[in-house]
């Protein structure tokens, strides 16, 4: 083990590189994948870095910053007029977790031999989550935006405002309490109430800093166009901002995140995100392997029954309580279970608590040292609850609150058109056909849309397409059309395999996502396929070569020569993708690529430019000149 400070950088990042991949390409996720690298390079297993002391406790702190960058940009994401949306899962959902969970493990505590004070101390640590890595796992999977995901937020943020009075009420718990500590700003010297001033001028001068300083910082850095500059001045910001609030007493993240929601609304928010990113995730990765290398094995196989019996007693104490007070503010039961594992573990602040506990005199050192081997297991033990929750939990959950809600009755259906599926795409489609008269039965499986639908005056069936019932019900063997615009391919794949076995008569006009899926649509007999990006691709690329000087009528003639081009080759590689051969799949799309360019290249941009000019202004004029392209091209004709 080596103490130099760039020798314990390139350990963790050498760990960092090796352990991530392959956790996900096991399907483990990044989290775990840096907690594992950071138990391998720890003292119990290769000795390559230290738990605590020396230069890698300057690591550790380095890394902790990256929960600080972490919630600046957070905070980015939220506009004030959102944060006081959410005051009531913040400070209700949020403020009986931490009330109803402190008391609860506190007395837990009390009842196997601690006292009082320490117990309740126990109980306040024990409350907090993880923020770290809770949210960078929702963000992982995409639940963060989710009910579930913002109700775990929620409380989290308010476990990280909470943080600030526990660490005023720690010394009244300890022995220090009979003594001149009574408050922890004290110990600098300051009085209370002038402490007390200092945090309400430093929250208020952030405001002031996010409102009056950065726009126009930025705006005078954009005229000097130096991307660095706007890289310097983010980090400037967020290191001065912790610098603030750790000088007064606060905890930095907090004050970070009260300055991303203040400069929410800036027109700079995407670029302040964009340059703090990188630096978030690297030392957010360097945290997590701090954490993985902080577990003290040695401790844990001294006392592993009392050790599984806390770490298990509290994570599942956590969950039930979690689900519960879930129930109690009306979540669904997804997103009462995505909240319950969220914030099962014990969090980063928790190694903050304890060194301020034991500081204060609230416990011995060894109590502490067999806390924080709890909070690190239980916060490694974190990335397979998700895991478990995912394979195993949600879509049992997810199923039955499906089932919730019963299916639509169709009592009558004569309609000319049914469709299946009605969001994005589908209504693009409807109101196509809804503006010229035409009448529609509509079948959605999203109970979300068919309510939004229905309030906007659009009857939408709650229902699963592929049940054949449904479709008899909603008028299929009387309708013309049955347009299939549903976004997921195994689903819709199963629509059309019955909508084509039960009612062959039926044109059937289909949405794919992709290649393959349209290639699968086309092999159960489906004619009419259409990608759901292709049309506003091709759009575009019709505008692009207008932008470039070719006539209008000139560019939507050359982009229907590649259309059909693209639309024959199409069929072709489908054979050739669906016999497995990949080799020839990818040499015969080289080839069709090039085919494309050398369609193009030998079709002459100024042949029909009288009637090609006619969608121009400037084919008013009697004898219009000749594009730029059209100039280029002059030489190598009269060549």
Not at 334 to 342: D, K, Q, V
Not at 399 to 425: H, L, M, N, S
Request: proline share 4%; net charge negative; glycine share 10%.
């Amino acid at each position: 083990m080596t103490d130099d400070i760039l020798a314990q950088a390139l350990i963790y990042l050498v760990a960092a590189v090796v352990f991530v991949p392959l956790s996900k390409r096991l399907g483990l996720g990044a989290v775990l994948g840096y907690l594992i690298g950071g138990v391998v390079i720890g003292p119990w297993v290769l000795g390559a870095v230290g738990s605590s002391g020396g230069e890698d406790h300057h690591v550790m702190k380095f890394a902790e910053f990256g929960v600080v960058m972490m919630l600046f940009i957070v905070g980015l994401e939220l506009r004030p007029q959102l944060l006081w949306q959410m005051r009531r899962p913040i400070f209700g959902l949020g403020g009986m977790q931490v009330a109803i969970t402190a008391l609860a493990i506190g007395a837990v505590a009390a009842l196997l031999g601690v006292s009082i004070k320490p117990a309740f101390a126990i109980g306040l640590t024990f409350a907090m989550s993880s923020t770290a890595i809770v949210l960078a796992t929702l963000t992982e999977k995409n639940l963060l935006k989710t009910g579930g995901g913002q109700a775990a937020f929620s409380v989290l943020l308010f476990q990280d405002i909470s943080v600030i009075p526990i660490l005023a009420i720690f010394p009244l718990l300890g022995v220090a309490a009979t003594q001149e500590i009574t408050d922890v700003t004290k110990e600098a010297g300051r009085p209370a109430w002038l402490s007390g001033l200092l945090v309400i001028g430093a929250v208020l001068l952030v405001i002031a800093i996010g409102r009056f300083l950065v726009r126009p910082l930025f705006r005078f850095l954009a005229g000097a166009q130096l991307r660095e500059s706007f890289t310097a001045a983010a980090l400037m910001i967020v290191v001065g901002i912790a610098f603030l609030m750790e000088s007064v007493g606060l905890s930095p993240a907090l004050g970070t995140f009260l300055a991303g929601v203040v400069l929410a609304d800036s027109e700079y928010r995407h670029e302040l995100e964009t340059d703090i990113e990188p630096f978030k995730g690297l030392l957010l990765g360097l945290f997590f392997i701090s954490v993985g290398a902080q577990i003290d094995f040695g401790l844990v196989a001294s006392a592993p029954l009392k050790i599984v019996g806390i770490v298990l007693g509290t994570m599942v104490g956590k969950l039930v309580l979690l689900h519960v007070l879930g129930r109690m503010f009306s979540l669904d039961r997804p997103a009462r279970w995505l909240l319950a594992f969220s914030l099962a573990q014990v969090g980063e602040f928790a190694f903050v608590l304890l060194s301020f506990a034991v500081q204060a005199r609230i416990f011995e050192p060894q109590l502490a040292s067999l806390l924080t081997a709890c909070v690190a297991i239980s916060m490694v033990l974190t990335p397979p609850a998700f895991i478990l929750l995912e394979r195993f939990v949600l879509p049992r959950v997810t199923d039955d609150e499906a089932d919730k809600r019963p299916q639509d009755d169709i009592a009558f259906a004569d309609t000319p058109v049914v469709f299946a599926g009605y969001g994005r795409f589908g209504q693009m489609v409807g109101r196509i056909l809804r503006a010229n008269g035409i009448e529609l039965t509509i079948l959605d499986l999203d109970p979300e849309m068919v309510d939004v639908l229905g309030r906007l005056g659009i009857k939408v069936y709650y229902g699963d397409a592929s049940r054949l019932d449904l479709l008899h019900a909603a008028g299929c063997a009387k309708a013309k059309l049955f347009v299939l615009a549903v976004d997921n391919k195994e689903q819709a794949t199963e629509i059309a395999r019955t909508v084509r076995e039960h009612f062959p008569h039926l044109t059937i006009l289909a949405r794919c996502r992709d290649r393959p899926h349209y290639w699968e649509l086309r092999s159960l007999g489906v004619q009419r396929v259409f990608r759901e990006t292709f049309g506003s691709a091709y759009e575009t690329g019709i505008a692009a070569l207008q932008s470039l000087g070719y006539r209008s009528h000139t560019a939507l003639r050359l982009a229907r020569k590649w259309r059909d081009h693209e639309e024959r080759v199409l069929e072709e590689l489908g054979e050739i993708w669906g016999s497995g051969d990949r080799d020839s799949y990818f040499a015969r799309t080289r080839n069709s690529m090039e085919e494309a360019e050398r369609l193009m290249r030998a079709e002459d941009p100024r042949v029909f430019v009288a009637g090609d000019g006619s969608w121009d202004n400037e084919s008013l004029r009697a004898d219009p000149e000749p594009t730029e392209v059209e100039a280029a091209a002059e030489p190598e004709r009269g060549s």
